[in-house]
Structure formats: C-alpha cells, structure tokens
C-alpha cells in the first residue's frame, strides 16, 4: 500500500491491439480494488465506424478519446480512489498528457510482436477493431522512455503473471492503486 496521503495510483495497460489490455487491465484492477476503465468504451461512433471500415484514426479522431480519458484520469486522481484503464496509449505525447492529469500515472506497456497480434485480433469476434490495422498500430506505437513511470512485459505471459510483476512493481515505488490484496498463498 502507498503511504498514507498519497493519491493512489492510475495504471494505464498499454499496447496495441491484441495484447490483452483488457483482459489483464481488469484482473490488476481487481487485485488492487480499484476501478477499470475500458477506454475502447470512450470512442465516439465515429471513429468506431472509421476503424471498422480499415481506417486508422488521425489525432484529431483521437482528441475526444483522449480527452475523454484524461477526464477520467482527473477524476480519479481527484477523487483519491486510482484506478486501471485499457488504453493503447501507444504514443509518448498521449501517455504525457495523461501523466499530466494524474502525477501518479505508472504505465504497463504489454509488448507483443507483430505476428502474434495480427493472430490475436484476426481471430476476434464483435469488435470494431479489425486486423487490417494492427500493422498501423506498429507504425504508431512509440516504447515506454526511461523517463515514464512503468513496466514493460511480453505479453505471452500469462495474465496472473503479469499481475504479479505489476503489482511488485507498484509496491516497489510505493504508488499502490489502492487497498492491495495479495492472494493467499
């Protein structure tokens, strides 16, 4: 757990499409007993309807996604509960303005090639993100700089292996994202 009168922790789950944001953004959020935010959720139509067509998005598709997010991002730091949120933040400047509306903003970047995620996204069904654009996805993707607050895993690991990296990671810094629980065991 942090120290006492600290804000807790915002943990952005990053990476590209396939990596397993989601999945492993919720199970962090519930071992730290804190909200997750599914930032996919956050998408206007349109640009739901532009990527389900094979059109990568501009950053000014972008801007009422990440602002959208940075609000929640505030709202969380604001509200002293942290959070978790699945968010590709693939590159640097959106992961510095979510930096900048939460101080104790700590990134998990889940690395994955190229391969494993065009597998990944191809064999999905019922989401607007289509395989046809993961390789804009590398194009845009930008890896976690000495300078940002995180953690990069290979994303093959299991899902509760990454967890336990994450939250060792958090502990070490002392930016809990809230009342910890370890599993017993």
């Known amino acids: 757990m942090g120290n006492p009168g600290q804000e807790p922790a915002i943990v952005v789950v990053m990476g590209v499409s396939g990596c397993g944001k989601s999945s492993t953004g919720i199970l962090l959020a519930e071992r ?69 509306a939460g101080t104790r903003v700590w990134l998990l970047h889940l690395a994955l090639d190229e391969a494993t995620a065009l597998r990944r996204v191809a064999r999905r069904s019922g989401h607007f993100m289509p395989a046809v654009l993961v390789d804009s996805q590398y194009a845009e993707l930008e890896p976690l700089r000495p300078d940002e607050p995180g953690l ?34």
Request: hydrophobic share 40%; glycine share 8%; net charge neutral.
């Open 32 to 100: 730290l007993g804190v909200p997750f935010l599914e930032a996919d959720d956050l998408h206007p139509a349109s640009n739901r309807a532009k990527m389900a067509a094979g059109r990568p998005l501009t950053d000014e598709d972008r801007r009422p996604w990440l602002t959208a997010i940075d609000e929640w991002i505030e709202e969380a730091t604001a509200s002293r509960t942290g959070g978790v949120v699945a968010c590709s933040a693939l590159r640097y400047r959106y992961r510095q303005m979510f930096r900048r």
């Open 152 to 185: 990069t895993v290979d994303a093959e690991n299991s899902r509760q292996w990454i967890v336990d990296q994450a939250e060792a990671a958090l502990h070490r810094v002392g930016w809990a994202g809230g009342p910890c629980r370890r599993e017993p065991g």
